[in-house]
């Protein structure tokens, strides 16, 4: 009988894919370009609309028991599936790639005796070792994992919170004078980073035991863990401007707890992005093995990340959200409002096109600064609404029928 993932695992498992250098990193840059008084309120409202979209998500892979690609197959069709699959893939590679150079930096900033290449190599490599492992065999040593960042990760909130009081004053008024990002700029950035996870939540919550309590441990477990770590990204930009999360550990002095902190976090959210690589590389070639590819995709990333993929992480969180935000609203239309129990062996051009059209919209207004919504919301809503036209079309076709 297959093993099924249990409550705490999936809460486990979404903590720690949230806490990650990219996560702080997001947080820094919003707490660099804001005053802390209008901060809050788009930041809390992107987490919750992106939490309640990963659940929503979520439980459609768990209630039909597909992975996250498998189940787009009768809401795009066979090759639709296939697309988005290819186009997940890629993203992930690139993703592993991002994180593993963010926590190869952080870590040569802290003055460790390696290179930076080298550090990439021995990232990757403990990624793939976890990726070997499986997620059953390592569930206890993640929640032990867990407990040690949780520990380690509230000791550097408080540090920093300490540090950050001191400068407050200075900070504020450089703050004040060239704040940029406007409300919906800044939910913008929050909800980004739960929509980059919306092509690979199926993959972990089709095996729960509990439907609906596991998707929803799942959910909220990221949002909240997600929220805390824009939360430090804040902090370390209210102790002073231009600082990244390695010169805040410094600052700190947490030097060995500093390094515990960014190599545990990268295995933890790489893990389930190279696991997930393999989970999506399966829908396209039936025959691949998903723990093969996962540690292909490890090793691959060192090779990306040494090559200088951080100069374009902006765009390409972006393309993240252009691409699979409008996926996502038209996954979510089909199967809440169409009765999504039909196969589908082709091609669905309409839901097709319902995505393309909100690919365009995300492009024509993601440069259009501090848009109402947002690019990702507003992509979602287009191909949300021309979605739900085609079921609304195919329902009267089918009573016409009748």
Not at 23 to 43: D, F, H, K, V, Y
Not at 250 to 265: E, K, P, Q, R
Not at 276 to 286: L, N, R
Not at 332 to 344: I, R
Request: glycine share 8%.
């Amino acid at each position: 009988m297959e093993n099924k993932t249990g409550l705490f695992t999936n809460a486990v498992i979404w903590f720690g894919v949230a806490i990650s250098v990219s996560e702080i990193e997001a947080g820094i840059g919003i707490g660099n370009m804001s005053s802390l008084s209008s901060l809050w309120l788009p930041l809390v409202l992107g987490h919750i609309v992106g939490g309640i979209l990963l659940f929503l998500v979520g439980y459609i892979g768990a209630s039909v028991r597909l992975n996250a690609m498998e189940v787009t197959s009768s809401t795009f069709g066979k090759y639709g599936s296939k697309f988005f699959a290819t186009l997940n893939v890629m993203q992930l590679v690139a993703w592993v790639a991002v994180l593993n150079a963010q926590g190869a930096y952080a870590l040569a900033s802290l003055n460790l005796p390696i290179s930076f290449p080298l550090t990439c190599i021995i990232l990757a490599m403990l990624v793939a070792l976890w990726v070997y492992m499986g997620l059953q065999r390592i569930s206890k040593i993640t929640t032990v994992v867990m407990a040690v960042l949780v520990l380690l990760l509230a000791i550097l909130s408080f540090k920093f919170l300490g540090l950050g009081s001191s400068g407050f004053a200075t900070l504020a008024s450089s703050v004040a004078k060239s704040s940029s990002l406007g409300f919906w700029n800044i939910f913008e950035i929050s909800i980004a980073m739960p929509i980059s996870w919306l092509p690979v939540i199926s993959d972990y919550t089709k095996d729960v035991k509990e439907p609906i309590k596991a998707t929803l441990v799942s959910a909220v477990a990221y949002t909240f863990a997600s929220l805390w770590m824009y939360f430090i990204g804040i902090e370390i930009a209210n102790i002073g401007m231009n600082l990244n999360i390695a010169q805040a550990i410094l600052l700190a002095n947490l030097g060995t707890s500093g390094i515990i902190i960014v190599v545990l976090s990268t295995i933890t959210t790489n893990f389930l992005a190279a696991n997930s690589a393999g989970e999506s590389a399966k829908v396209i070639f039936h025959k691949l093995d998903v723990k093969m590819v996962g540690i292909a995709v490890s090793i691959l990333s060192a090779v990306i990340a040494i090559s200088g993929i951080m100069n374009h992480y902006i765009d390409f969180l972006y393309l993240i959200a252009s691409v699979f935000g409008p996926m996502a609203a038209v996954l979510l239309v089909s199967f809440y409002c169409g009765g999504n129990d039909k196969k589908n062996n082709g091609i669905s051009y309409w839901n097709i096109f319902s995505w393309l059209m909100g690919f365009i919209v995300y492009y024509f207004t993601v440069n259009m600064n501090s848009i109402v919504l947002g690019p990702s919301l507003l992509a979602f809503i287009v191909s949300a609404f021309l979605a739900y036209l085609g079921v609304l079309v195919e329902k009267r076709r089918t009573v016409e029928l009748n």
